[in-house]
Antibody
Framework: EVQLVESGGGLLKPGRSLRLSCTASGFTFGDYAMSWFRQAPGKGLEWVAFIRSKTYGGTTEYAASVKGRFTISRDDSKSIAYLQMNSLKTEDTAVYFC????????????WGQGTLVTVSS | DIQMTQSPSTLSASVGDRVTITCRASQSISSWLAWYQQKPGKAPKLLIYKASTLESGVPSRFSGSGSETEFTLTISSLQPDDFATYYCQQYDSYAWTFGQGTKVEIK
């Protein structure tokens, strides 16, 4: 069974840093691209970042709102995807979801349960 | 970035109704469009991908159509479990972008 479990969320002040983790199980992690999405309280969905598998160079993509502040990475030996978030802003407050994808013409197929990041002074 | 415009924002309907949600892209995305259902406090669930392909396990009352810039999600006969918020998402190019969502409420 495919499982994605996010961790690392919390409450912190603007300007601080935080690293989220997504621990995967039930599939060969290194074969898949991974993405992070987020959803601010009461708002819609926003794609944040994407990392390809090593087969496709492990290259990354970012939303303009986080480019230069956030870094997505992966450790295939541990089956973990990371989202390093620096220079956090209040508008980064959201539930952050980890997903598996792209898969056979799907953008994503499995989602984690999400982890809440609250940035407030 | 490609802008996705979804309508309506809210939809009131009854069990058994046929429901249609529209999504328009600011430029052609071919058929690289997905539809998701989200319930409060839960992760989104993929319903449709590549504009019209039903994800495994999703009831056949859900269907998707369209290409290029105009897309629709149709629920042929609304069921109690279908009251939720629906989002379209383009994945033709980065940045992937979503419509603002359509909340389907009980009439």
């Amino acid at each position: 069974e495919v499982q994605l479990v996010e961790s690392g969320g919390g409450l912190l002040k603007p300007g601080r840093s935080l690293r989220l983790s997504c621990t995967a199980s039930g599939f060969t992690f290194g074969d898949y691209a991974m993405s992070w999405f987020r959803q601010a309280p009461g708002k819609g969905l926003e794609w944040v970042a994407f990392i390809r598998s090593k087969t496709y160079g492990g290259t990354t993509e970012y939303a303009a709102s986080v480019k230069g502040r956030f870094t997505i990475s992966r450790d295939d030996s541990k089956s973990i995807a990371y989202l390093q978030m620096n220079s956090l802003k209040t508008e980064d407050t959201a539930v952050y979801f980890c997903t598996r994808g792209t898969v056979n013409s799907r953008p994503v197929d499995y989602w984690g349960q999400g982890t809440l990041v609250t940035v407030s002074s | 970035d490609i802008q996705m415009t979804q309508s309506p924002s809210t939809l009131s309907a009854s069990v058994g109704d046929r429901v249609t949600i529209t999504c328009r892209a600011s430029q052609s995305i071919s058929s690289w469009l997905a539809w998701y259902q989200q319930k409060p406090g839960k992760a989104p669930k993929l319903l449709i991908y590549k504009a019209s392909t039903l994800e495994s396990g999703v009831p056949s009352r859900f269907s998707g159509s369209g290409s290029e810039t105009e897309f629709t999600l149709t629920i042929s006969s609304l069921q109690p479990d279908d009251f939720a918020t629906y989002y379209c998402q383009q994945y033709d190019s980065y940045a992937w972008t979503f419509g603002q969502g359509t909340k389907v409420e009980i009439k």
